[in-house]
């Protein structure tokens, strides 16, 4: 058996075993954790900051868009309803309630789609901390095992 080999089992049958036995009490063992959990309270905030931040970026340029869209909507929506209107009614000759009532269907269908964009963008997102939630539960596993020591 290699040296290297050696080394994996000896790892391994400490993970099977455990730590052994201490003679400390419970509270004794929370007080020398304590530092320890506070630090890694702080480092789970951090991480959890650090994996939240691109997600608030890509929230922040989908509710841009709708924002951007509905401002579009309502420029666009005034010049070319006005425009529409009287080229209808001078082209076609439909009275101008028939042609606002024309202009307004095509402006929906416009304005719809980008809201529809920028809404898919939206609950496109991923907003759970995964590695965050993982590194917790790891550590919450990690103090059970300290507890039952």
Known sequence: MTEQQERVERFSRELREGPPPSDRSIKEVLDALRPQLQELVNKQVELARTELAP????????????????????????FFLLAGMYLM??????????????????????????????????????????????ALQQNIDWLKGQLRS
């Open 89 to 134: 009614n001078e082209v076609f000759g439909f009275p101008l309630w028939v042609s606002a009532g024309i202009d307004s269907v095509i402006l929906l269908l416009i304005g719809g789609g980008l809201a529809g964009v920028g809404a898919g963008r939206l609950r496109g997102l991923d907003p759970k901390p995964r590695r965050t939630m993982a």
């Open 55 to 78: 997600v608030g970026k890509q929230a922040g340029i989908a509710g841009g868009l709708l924002v951007t869209g509905a401002v579009f909507l309502l420029l666009f929506l005034v």
